[in-house]
């Protein structure tokens, strides 16, 4: 395993200004560690000039918090997602080979077909229903492919005090209207930018390499995460279950995609609940 050191140079962060990129900005801030942040547009992965001109260094780190993170939109263009999503993982994988670097890249629960009836586990065999899914998973097998140090973390249902999430979407709805359904046969594990971000970092320092998931503690529905967010932003507003057939998307959603978290929990105790991690982001929200 190649260590990581943080201090011969800049960690590298690529699409800083996403809903994860933000919550890494703030973590290296927090912890004194200089940081090189590249985004979209002046930074394109998909470019191999710019891939070329990154600032590594022997032993350092690149986290990748970019991503065409558009899972309806993917099915419109899976091409473009998956040059993203997976062959430009893979060149970046290929650069921090060379240049002997470790590379932090996120995936996700929708790699899984939702058929599930226990969390996944971080070997579970992969089936993805939707565009967006397989554009992930070719992301991963490109990464496993070159072989070089890298910490893939699956993830879930992310939310923040910022960016396009759930948790700002629907409390701005609750707020504006008497009725707000929302789905309650997709089952799941809602994640914190924040602790994502955190955990990421304390599982790097203790040198864990490989596949892990990282989400909040507990499971709930869209629902379920619904009615919490209204009972402490607009307690009036009723929040109704519906059914996935009763809001077609074009793309398709795992109806159970908790991802067991057993890798990361051996290394860093138990996660924060999902309820403790809401409480944070909405004590914060405008
Ligand atoms: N959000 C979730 O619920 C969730 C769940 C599971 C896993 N994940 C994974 O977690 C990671 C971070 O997600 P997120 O929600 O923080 O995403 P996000 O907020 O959509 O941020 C993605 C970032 O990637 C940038 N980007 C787009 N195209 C790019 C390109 N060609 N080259 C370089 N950067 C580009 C975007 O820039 P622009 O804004 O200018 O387009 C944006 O800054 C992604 O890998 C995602 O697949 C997310």
Redesign the pocket.
Known sequence: MIPVRLDTGPVVL??H?????TAWRAELDRASIPHHDV???D????RADHLAGLPLVEGGLVIN?????DVDGAERDEAAATR?NGDAVGALAERCVQARCTVVH????YVFDGEATAPYPVDGLQRPLSAYGRS?AAGERKLWACGGSFLLVR????YAPW???FVRTIARLVRERATVSVVDDQRGRPTS?EHLAAATRRLLEVGVRGNVHVTDAGECTWFGFAAAIAAVVAPSCEVRPCSTAEFPRPARRPPYSVLDVARAEASLGPMPTWQANLAAVLSRLP
């Open positions: 690529i699409g200004d996403g809903m994860l990129g985004s979209f547009p930074f394109d992965l998909t918090c970019s991503g065409w993170t993203l996120y995936s996700t629960d992930k993830t879930s249902w992310l960016g396009n999430n930018a």
